[in-house]
C-alpha cells in the first residue's frame, strides 16, 4: 500500500464549480499535514497546512481525520487559475521528512 | 526573494558520464532533500541530509550520491549516468523537524536528458 494516496484525476469542471479532492494516509504516526501546488513545468508550493480541528484560506477548505487517516481538500468557486497538480503531502513519522502523493490534476474551464 | 537555486534548467548528458547536480539554500535551513519526478509516479525521494556532512538514502538511492559540505550547498551525484536517469531532478529544503508544520520549499527543478 502506498503511504500517500490521491486519485490522479483529471478532474475537469466549469468556472465557479465546487470541487473536492481526497487523500488517505498509512502511517498512523503522521503529525503533519499538507496540500501542496504545482503548476505545470513548475516546482511545488505550499498551498496550506491542514490542522486537526480543519482550516480555511479563503476558497479554500482542509480538512483532517485521523481516525479514518483521510485528508481532504474543498475549492469553492473555481477560477481558471485554480488549474494545476494538487500534491497531498503528509509527514511521514520522520521529523523532517515529507511523503508526497502523486497528485491530483484539476482542470478549470470556461 | 529567491530562496533554493538549482545550477541548471535544462541538462542533456550521454550515458557513462559523471554528473552533478548542484542545490544552495538561502534560508539557512537544516535539511535538505533530492527528488525526482516522473509523469504517474509522482515525487520520489532520492537522498536527503539533516545537517552537514549528514545524508540519508530516501526511497530511490541506487545509482545516486550526495554530498553535503556546507549547509547551504546539497549537492546530487551520478557516478555512471544511463537513459533511465532522464528525468525532473528536484531539490527541497525544510527548518528543523521538531517544528512540524515548517514549510518546505522547492528549487526551479532540473529537466537532465541522458542520452
Known amino acids: 500500500r502506498k503511504e500517500v494516496e490521491q486519485d490522479p484525476g483529471p478532474f475537469n469542471v466549469p468556472e465557479g464549480a465546487t470541487v473536492a479532492f481526497n487523500c488517505t494516509y498509512s502511517?498512523?504516526?503522521?503529525?503533519?499535514f499538507f496540500w501542496y501546488r504545482q503548476d505545470c513545468r513548475k516546482e511545488p508550493k505550499l498551498l496550506m497546512s491542514v490542522y486537526s480541528s480543519g482550516n480555511e484560506d479563503g476558497r479554500f477548505t482542509a480538512q483532517l481525520n485521523r481516525a479514518s487517516q483521510y485528508i481532504s481538500l474543498l475549492i469553492r468557486d473555481s477560477k481558471l487559475s485554480d488549474s494545476a497538480t494538487y500534491l497531498c503531502v503528509v509527514n511521514g513519522g520522520t521529523a523532517s521528512k515529507l511523503t508526497f502523493g502523486t497528485g491530483t490534476r484539476l482542470q478549470v474551464t470556461l | 526573494d529567491v530562496k533554493v537555486t538549482q545550477s541548471s534548467r535544462y541538462l542533456v548528458k550521454r550515458t557513462g558520464e559523471k554528473v552533478f547536480l548542484e542545490c544552495v539554500q538561502d534560508?539557512?535551513?537544516?535539511?535538505m532533500f533530492w527528488y525526482r519526478q516522473d509523469p504517474g509516479l509522482g515525487l520520489r525521494l532520492i537522498y536527503f541530509?539533516?545537517?552537514?556532512?549528514?545524508?540519508e538514502k530516501g526511497d530511490i538511492p541506487e545509482g545516486y550520491s550526495v554530498s553535503r559540505e556546507k549547509k547551504e550547498r546539497f549537492s546530487l551525484i551520478l557516478e555512471s549516468a544511463s537513459t533511465n536517469q532522464t528525468s525532473m531532478y528536484l531539490c527541497?529544503?525544510?527548518?528543523?523537524?521538531?517544528?512540524?508544520?515548517?514549510?518546505?520549499?522547492f528549487g526551479p527543478g532540473t529537466r537532465l536528458t541522458v542520452l
Open positions: 534560508m539557512d535551513h537544516e535539511n
Open positions: 541530509s539533516y545537517d552537514v556532512k549528514m545524508k
Open positions: 527541497a529544503s525544510r527548518g528543523p523537524g521538531q517544528f512540524i508544520y515548517n514549510e518546505q520549499f
Open positions: 502511517n498512523s504516526a503522521s503529525q503533519s
